[in-house]
């Protein structure tokens, strides 16, 4: 494995319900060619604590790059877009809506929450794979950064 062209190991937060997809996810990461530590939270309250690094979180690495889920236990991933986006110590920070909605108004609404981009989630392990190993390339290999504070 390689670290990020940066020289360090990147922090992704990821925001996601569903134990399925978390392990692909998981496992899509460790196939990749760089070194990650992969936080991961089910719950979009706990999310926010994570990202304002409170309570148990306060020595957690702010993340280099968030893959969010929309449909959420707590507080939706359209509510935490919309904070993310809101506070200046998080702005910069990539969000990548990864969901399973293809409807429009979600296409739009994350859109105009400022995500940097929206992915629906492919239904089958070898397409979910490719769609995460991409990711981590793209955001990772070839678009340059903020350097992390």
């Not at 670290?3 to 392990?23: A, C, Q, R, S």
């Amino acid at each position: 494995m390689l670290k990020h062209k940066g020289g360090n190991t990147v922090n992704i937060l990821l925001v996601e319900d569903n134990p399925g997809d978390i392990e692909l996810t998981r496992r899509a990461l460790k196939m990749g060619k760089i070194l990650n530590n992969l936080m991961v939270t089910e719950d979009g309250l706990e999310a926010m604590e994570i990202l304002n690094r409170t309570g148990k979180y306060r020595d957690v690495p702010k993340p280099d790059l968030i893959l969010l889920d929309l449909n959420l236990p707590g507080k939706d991933g359209r509510a935490i877009l919309a904070e993310i986006k809101e506070n200046p110590e998080l702005k910069t920070i990539p969000v990548v809506v990864l969901t399973s909605s293809q409807a429009e108004e979600d296409i739009l609404k994350t859109y105009e929450l400022h995500a940097n981009c929206f992915i629906t989630k492919p239904v089958d392990f070898n397409s979910f794979i490719e769609v995460v190993r991409k990711i981590e390339n793209f955001w990772f290999d070839i678009v340059q950064l903020p350097k992390g504070k």
